[in-house]
């Protein structure tokens, strides 16, 4: 008999987390209530209902939130009106791969800075800065992707000193912040450094990623820049999603389901850390308080290709490391470990046919 393939390959929720009922009453109570805005084009950067929604969250007005089709979409924005071709561009290293791509499609000259247990080494960057200022840096500062890591605020505010003394932008990708199992939560990099940060996030870990609805917060002038580069792209963003969305955090039910994942999620992160102590002691990992991942540093020794095609024998489906380094050869004994749309058996099995393959 053959076994069942364990996919540790997709940082995406289990559909059984979905709050589909939910959800669909409240498309329902929206489009009947809201139906002559929410089907016309948009030509705001967002449902208004819902860009006054965040904006509460953050303490700030509509004007300076903007609403797109997924954070990455807004990602892509940010790079194509900031970025020309041969600026630099600094990211963490490791960092998530699509990041990557999108600052590398904009022509940018991508700097990796070491990332470190409590965030980026800032002496590599300061090393770097004096090499020449990058147009933007982007950090993923809760439960980073693919390592787990959150940066300290000792860090966070050194960081936004050094972005206000050498006037580079940071883009804050923040969308598994809400989702911290343990531990304090830390300030986030824009509420340290409201004008030099355009902090984003997203409804697709903390709600369902198929509704393709990010957004980002930032000072009004550039909030404004990237509306009209979104207007010139689609005119605006798919409204009914957010007129959903909308009604679903009116009602109140964000922060149960919120709730409610963090219960699902913290006993399977707790099931990695067991299944890492039990059957990989040769590696070493991070050590994560919330988000979807965990990041392994395997033996020496290990050669990334042929783990691979190993795993794949053994029914193991994994991501190749090197993908998330922008010196791809930096990761080539680098594991992201997914936890969250596996349950903790699965995950058991996952680290055992690791640990049998190395
Ligand atoms: C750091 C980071 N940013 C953005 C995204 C994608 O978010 P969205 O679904 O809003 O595009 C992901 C998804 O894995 C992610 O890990």
């Known amino acids: 008999m053959t076994q069942p393939i364990i996919n540790l390959t997709r940082g995406m929720p289990p559909p059984e987390v979905f709050p589909t009922e939910d959800l669909i009453e ?7 209530r809201d139906s002559d805005v929410l089907l016309q084009y948009g030509r705001s950067p967002g449902y208004v209902p819902l860009r006054q929604w ?3 969250q953050y303490g700030v007005g509509p004007e300076q939130v903007l609403i797109g089709n997924s954070s ?15 600026d630099r561009a600094f990211i963490e290293s490791p960092s998530y791969d699509r990041s990557i791509t999108l600052l590398r499609r904009a022509g940018a000259q991508v700097v990796g800075i070491p990332l470190e247990e409590d965030g980026p080494d800032l002496t590599a960057l300061e090393d770097e800065l004096k090499q020449g200022a990058p147009v933007l840096i982007y950090v993923i500062t809760d439960f980073h992707n693919p390592t787990g890591i959150t940066t300290s605020l000792e860090k966070r505010r050194r960081l936004a000193a050094l972005a206000e003394e050498y006037g580079f932008w940071i883009a804050e990708d923040a969308p598994y912040r809400a989702l911290r199992y343990k531990g304090q939560d830390v300030p986030t990099l824009w509420s340290l450094a409201p004008e030099r940060v355009l902090h984003m996030s997203s ?14 917060v930032g000072p009004a002038e550039m909030i404004a820049t990237l509306a009209q580069w979104a207007v010139d792209t689609y005119i605006g963003p798919v409204f009914p999603t957010q007129g959903m969305v909308y009604e679903y955090c009116r009602r109140g039910l964000l ?26 002691p040769q590696a070493t990992w991070t050590r994560p308080e919330g988000g979807f991942y965990v990041g392994v540093t395997l033996p020496e020794g290990i050669e990334m290709v042929s783990l691979l095609a190993r795993a794949g024998q053994a029914g193991l489906k994994l991501s190749d490391g090197r993908g998330f380094f922008p010196n791809s050869s930096n990761g080539d004994r680098f594991l992201r470990i997914p936890f969250c749309s596996v349950t903790p058996e699965e995950i058991a099995e996952g680290v055992s046919r690791l640990a049998r393959i190395l």
């Open 26 to 32: 409240c498309a329902e109570a929206v489009l009947r």
């Open 255 to 280: 922060e149960p389901n919120i709730e409610r994942l963090k219960e699902v999620y913290r006993p399977r992160l707790q099931a990695t850390f067991s299944a890492l102590e039990k059957h990989l």
């Open 72 to 86: 990455m979409e807004i990602f892509a924005f940010i790079t194509q009106t900031l970025l020309q071709p041969g």
């Open 203 to 216: 409804f697709s870990k903390v709600l369902a990623p198929g509704l393709r609805l990010g957004y980002v």
């Open 54 to 56: 965040l904006g509460q």
